[in-house]
């Protein structure tokens, strides 16, 4: 028997392998699927490489650089474009207003300096009162819905943090009248392997350890301390971290009580439909990434990931990653081909390539993208996740913790879950 059990072999549970071995303490990591990598993992079409939607290191944990820089990458501006009916606009974008008219500048910038403050009750207050009702409408309220699957009023505001720049009237005005306003990007530089994709990155973490694949778990008795998988083989366990989807960990528990069944129950994620395309000419992409703000067109982002790095495409190709995102309270209704030719269309639109450019397309859906922040979700996630640890397990990852978490900080956290889990044992 393993001292700890780790029930995913993303990044998270590889950072809870490094954690045990640096107790020197053994552990097993089980995963469900063919080979570990989770979300950071990659997949080739035809001497293409694409990455599991967008990934792009910014690190600055010395743990995390110490194995992320064992890797040899390539350094990139974090510089990304904006799409908006005929304009590209750099982001983010209500500092960035230059190519718009004039008398829609004045609108959206009279909007700013006019909007009264007030209280903050959701997210679509916070925009609001951030940006003024005209930016507000136009771009991020629109967003919110292609992205997080539901209204902004229907959100909460903890997650925010950097990921979205408070406005400042200086840096407005200053993106309206000049051409290259300054990039205020939350980190100015990001990283990206020279070979393999994202999962180059933690192709170290996979070796060093022990890991199962085609482990599908089906339940977790916490109170006989085993788990046992599809197949009907159980395991028992002293120390166990799980970096599954909290509401699946719960649902496979035994005694679990109804007010924290109908908590875990009422949390949900993104899905994320993947429409990979590559393409018979040079670099298309305007940048290293870009948002989407028509309505009609059903991506919310797009990345190179022939600009991340050459080796994603063969010599003189390039490609394209569409992001679609859909969710239990925004189900997808278009089938693989309506999303295929959505974005065809909406790539001839931005003048990127023509049909006869293409190569190949690929569709793949990812179940699990961003866990959703609706009003309320973070004290209920709260209570599910205090009783879960109160039975003597860990929990990790951005599913695992059902947190806003980067890779970086979902490795963190599964060492963390180990550490804890560690000294609490003596």
């Not at 640096?22 to 950071?40: M, N, Q, Y």
């Not at 290259?180 to 393999?196: D, L």
């Not at 997808?332 to 990127?352: D, K, P, W, Y």
Request: aromatic share 10%.
């Amino acid at each position: 028997m393993s001292d700890v059990l780790i029930l995913g072999g993303g990044i998270a549970g590889l950072g809870a392998a490094h954690a045990a071995r640096r107790h020197g303490i053994t552990s097993l990591v089980l995963e469900a699927g063919s080979r570990p990598g989770g979300l950071l993992d990659s997949f080739s079409v035809e001497g293409f490489r694409f990455d599991n939607a967008v990934h792009l290191s910014f690190a600055n944990e010395p743990e995390v650089r110490e194995i992320f820089d064992r890797t040899p990458y390539l350094e990139h501006e974090a510089a990304s474009l904006c799409w908006d009916d005929g304009y590209w606009l750099r982001h983010p974008v209500q500092n960035n207003l230059f190519p718009l008219p004039v008398e829609e500048k004045v609108a959206l910038i009279e909007g700013l300096a006019r909007q009264e403050q007030g209280e903050i009750r959701n997210y679509r207050d916070w925009l609001v009162q951030q940006y003024g009702t005209p930016i507000a409408a136009r771009w991020p309220l629109i967003y919110t819905r292609k992205y997080w699957t539901i209204p902004a009023e229907e959100m909460g505001t903890g997650w925010i943090g950097p990921r979205m720049r408070q406005a400042a009237l200086n840096e407005v005005l200053l993106g309206a009248m000049a051409e290259r306003a300054p990039n205020t990007y939350y980190v100015s530089v990001m990283r990206y392997p020279k070979k393999g994709g994202y999962r180059a990155f933690i192709e170290p973490l996979i070796e060093a350890a022990e890991i199962r694949c085609g482990a599908h778990v089906v339940s977790v008795d916490q109170l006989g301390r085993r788990v046992r998988l599809a197949d009907g083989e159980e395991l028992p366990f002293r120390l166990l971290v799980s970096t599954m989807p909290l509401p699946s960990l719960v649902a496979m528990m035994r005694d679990v009580p109804e007010e924290i069944r109908a908590d875990a129950a009422s949390l949900f994620a993104t899905r994320v439909d993947l429409i990979s395309i590559a393409l018979r000419r040079p670099e298309v992409s305007p940048s290293l990434w870009f948002y989407i703000y028509d309505q009609d067109v059903l991506a919310a982002r797009v990345y190179s990931p022939s600009w991340k790095s050459p080796d994603n495409a063969p010599p003189g190709c390039c490609s394209l990653q569409w992001e679609i995102y859909s969710s239990c309270r925004r189900p997808l209704q278009a089938s693989v081909a309506e999303m295929t030719e959505n974005c065809l269309a909406a790539m001839e639109r931005m003048g990127l390539a023509a049909r006869s450019d293409v190569i190949f397309t690929h569709h793949k859906q990812l179940p699990f993208g961003n866990v959703v922040f609706d009003l309320g979700m973070e004290e209920r996630r709260d209570r599910v996740r205090a009783w879960v640890e109160a039975q003597g397990i860990g929990v990790a990852g951005r599913f695992g913790e059902w947190a806003y978490l980067w890779s970086n900080q979902s490795f963190m956290s599964g060492c963390a879950a180990v550490d804890r889990l560690h000294a609490a044992s003596g």
